[in-house]
């Protein structure tokens, strides 16, 4: 019954959804809730094994607890809590310096950058201390050679155990989820055809639909394809003027409905046969019904060159007439046979110009015919296909490695991310994360007026500032006091002092640096480098108690109940309790939160 729920696509195919009543929504929401509350005595013991008091640690794992943002990811879909809790564990057994410690944190770490590749650099930090404390077996004379050899294991498992657990992570997700799903245009036909009901076939026929993009040797090249729109990009060259009035040709980087292309028979359009090298073909748009054609009249941008359109005149057919050339003789393989078009009237090439055209906003890139001899390739470009669906064909899938979906994973993760120009509707800029400026809304009823926001909590988050502003001017007056021989700690909590200050610093600020240079990022994204910043507060309560005493205790006391407070005042937003008018208005901490009007 699970497995049935998970692949039913009405269920996921739009946020907000219904769950069915048999759904066992308890049962998939039972996993992210306890990791969120096993992030809780995960913080307390990751403060102890750095070396500080109970006392701090009691004070980190409060503020983890009272954390309004922390509470609402741990209580929807979302791997945010495992993050959290694994990256945690992973720190705790790497401060054990043992060997068996580090085995086990780069275990974790390697399940935390199999769900969130972002989070890489903890994987950096953890093998830095890896190295640098194997450094002293190494400079020590004392260390047998057996004990040398067991730390270079380690160093080098410091590479392996993550890349090996990254790998095992993608090999179980895709054994686990063999269906085609909604989104499966954005992979390549390749990839498709490997998946369950997704009809692919290996030789391209006549009466297929397919996709066609350009292609070219380099592993980085990327695929232009063929697509027939509205409106026209009409250009004027001296006395040939392009066509005005017929769908515009042209060619972009992403596949949608416009770029699907029928492959038609001149003569028996229900032939079943496979298409060959030398074969004449018609190009029919499926959305249009318009076939492709070219005229003796200049391109929109490169005039030595035939403008290509599309048309329906049933009694000029001929004007339709491509010619299929193959770089090898035999049947046209799909994804794999590199294809020109021929224009039989005309004489030229298919070919992409890779001009942008002057008025696309999608970055559009010209598409023209060219003259060019058979001998002469390079002239001429090169098309491939993605075929859809052959609905009188054989279809046959094709097989698909483990190794290529992983390329193809990521290849396509950083081709999305490159195109993505324009800013998300919910995405926010870094610079108010640290002082809880902003907030996403997550779920809204508008029967009882209650909705639910990632916002953290205030106190907390401000504090977290301070104590980063704190630790730093500690540690650049005690550098300073020790340069002239005052010390008012002893070297061994100086040195402890310094090293974890500068390592949860370090984390803190190369996880903002991660998200800055995504092109839209999103405040719950912020929600790791909030857990650090509340052990750095643990931190700072430990030198006060160090430097004060009792008085200590009362800072801390007054402190937490702050934080409760702004937690009980968030709580209706945080667990979907009903809302007024007025109510809602004293949820604003910040004016730059926006909640649903009620």
């Known amino acids: 019954m699970f497995e049935e729920h998970m692949t039913n696509s009405v269920i996921w195919s739009h946020i907000g959804n219904e769950f069915p009543k048999d759904f066992p929504i308890s049962f998939v929401r039972m996993f992210p809730a306890i990791l969120g509350v096993a992030t809780i005595p995960a913080t307390y013991y990751f403060v102890v094994s750095c070396g500080f008091s109970h006392f701090a640690a009691t004070v980190s794992s409060l503020l983890v607890t009272f954390d309004n943002g922390l509470i609402v990811q741990c209580r929807i879909l979302t791997s945010d809590s495992f993050q959290q809790c694994m990256l945690l564990i992973a720190l705790c057994f790497a401060n054990r310096n043992s060997l068996f410690g580090f085995a086990l944190s780069f275990l974790c770490i390697g399940a935390v950058i199999s769900t969130n590749t972002s989070l890489y650099y903890v994987w950096f930090m953890i093998s830095y201390l890896a190295l640098k404390r194997s450094t002293f077996y190494f400079a020590d004379t004392n260390t047998s050679l057996e004990k040398c050899l067991i730390r270079g294991v380690l160093c080098i498992s410091t590479s392996v ?11 179980t997700h895709v054994s686990l989820l063999p269906s085609s799903g909604p989104h499966d245009n954005i992979l390549s036909s390749s990839f498709q055809s490997s998946l369950l009901g997704n009809i692919h076939e290996t030789n391209v026929t006549f009466g297929s639909f397919t996709y066609l993009h350009t292609t070219d040797e380099t592993s980085l090249y990327v695929p232009c394809y063929l697509r027939s729109v509205f409106p026209l990009h009409s250009t004027s060259h001296n006395n040939n003027v392009s066509n005005f009035g017929e769908p515009n040709i042209m060619c972009n980087t992403f596949k949608d409905e416009q770029s699907i292309w029928q492959i038609i028979h001149p003569v ?6 496979t298409v060959k090298d030398k074969d004449i073909v018609y190009l029919q748009h499926e959305k249009s019904k318009h076939y492709l054609t070219t005229h003796n009249v200049a391109a929109p941008v490169s005039i030595n060159k035939q403008q290509v359109t599309s048309c329906v005149n049933n009694t000029q057919l001929f004007e339709y007439e491509w010619q299929v050339i193959l770089d090898e003789n035999g049947p046209w393989i799909n994804e794999i046979s590199k294809v020109r078009f021929l224009h039989v009237k005309t004489q030229t090439f298919l070919t992409s110009t890779e001009k942008y055209l002057p008025n696309g906003v999608n970055k559009e890139s010209e598409v023209a015919c060219e003259e060019a001899s058979l001998q002469n390739t390079a002239c001429s470009t090169k098309w491939n296909s993605e075929v859809l669906h052959n609905f009188r064909g054989e279809t046959r899938s094709k097989t698909f490695g483990l190794w290529q979906k992983i390329m193809e994973f990521h290849r396509k993760s950083l081709q999305v991310n490159s195109d993505s120009t324009v800013a998300h509707t919910f995405s926010s800029e870094l610079v108010g994360w640290p002082l809880a400026q902003s907030n996403i809304a997550y779920w809204y009823n508008a029967n009882i007026n209650a909705q639910i926001h990632f916002v953290g909590n205030v106190v907390g988050w401000v504090g977290g500032v301070v104590s980063i502003l704190f630790v730093l001017i500690f540690c650049f007056l005690n550098c300073v006091l020790r340069r002239r021989r005052i010390c008012y700690t002893t070297e061994d909590y100086w040195e402890k002092i310094l090293f974890q200050s500068l390592f949860l610093l370090s984390a803190w600020v190369m996880h903002l640096l991660v998200l800055y240079v995504e092109e839209a990022s999103f405040i719950y994204e912020y929600a790791p480098a909030v857990v650090f910043t509340y052990v750095l507060q643990g931190v700072a309560f430990d030198v006060l108690h160090l430097h004060c005493g009792w008085f200590a205790y009362i800072i801390a006391c007054l402190y937490t109940t702050a ?13 979907g309790f009903p809302l007024t008018s007025e109510s809602l208005n004293n949820l604003f901490w910040w004016s730059s939160w926006e909640f649903l009007a009620v």
């Not at 993550?162 to 090999?171: E, K, Q, S």
């Not at 028996?268 to 046969?273: A, C, D, Y």
């Not at 934080?563 to 667990?575: A, E, M, P």
């Open 161 to 171: 155990i993550p890349i090996l657990v990254y790998i095992f992570t993608i090999a």
């Open 268 to 273: 028996n359009w229900n032939i079943e046969t």
């Open 563 to 575: 934080v409760i407070k702004c937690y009980w005042s968030l709580r209706s937003i945080t667990f």
